[in-house]
């Protein structure tokens, strides 16, 4: 099963996965599953880097190939009609990456893997 997994779950996977909620760690480790993160997400993670907001462990270029090549993670590239697809969102979440992947995750017909409940607004599928 293809799925969208949000930013905080690719830092916790690749950092402390003991976050993750079973179902969610089983799931991601289960081959048959296809995790897919969003550019951005990479996105996300590099302007908070710079601004002082997240701190990882080893540099963001190196996370990135380390969890494609480890745990099979296919890249989702940030499409206009992705970006089109924002103006139809309502305001239930300000954060401008979160509104982003939910225009993807409507467009691509994924689910995303997130701990964030105030996705469930949008009538997308969220697991956790």
């Known amino acids: 099963m293809k799925i969208l997994i949000d930013t905080h779950v690719l830092i916790w996977w690749s950092g ?3 976050r993750l909620s079973p179902w969610v760690y ?3 480790s ?3 599953n296809e995790p ?3 550019l951005v997400s990479i996105w996300e993670m590099q302007i908070k880097m710079s601004l002082g907001k997240l701190s990882i462990k080893t540099a963001l270029p190196e996370l990135v190939n380390d969890e494609i ?3 099979r993670i296919i890249l989702l590239p940030i499409q206009l009609s992705h970006i089109y697809a924002l103006k139809d969102l309502p305001p239930h979440h300000r954060d401008p990456f979160d509104r982003l992947l939910i225009a993807q995750s409507m467009q691509e017909r994924l689910d995303i893997i997130s701990i964030d409940d105030k996705l469930d607004a949008y009538g997308i599928r969220r697991l956790w």
Request: proline content about 13%; hydrophobic content about 25%.
């Open 26 to 28: 089983n799931f991601l």
């Open 30 to 32: 289960d081959p048959k």
């Open 16 to 18: 402390e996965p003991s």
């Open 36 to 38: 897919i993160l969003s």
């Open 69 to 71: 090549r480890r745990n």
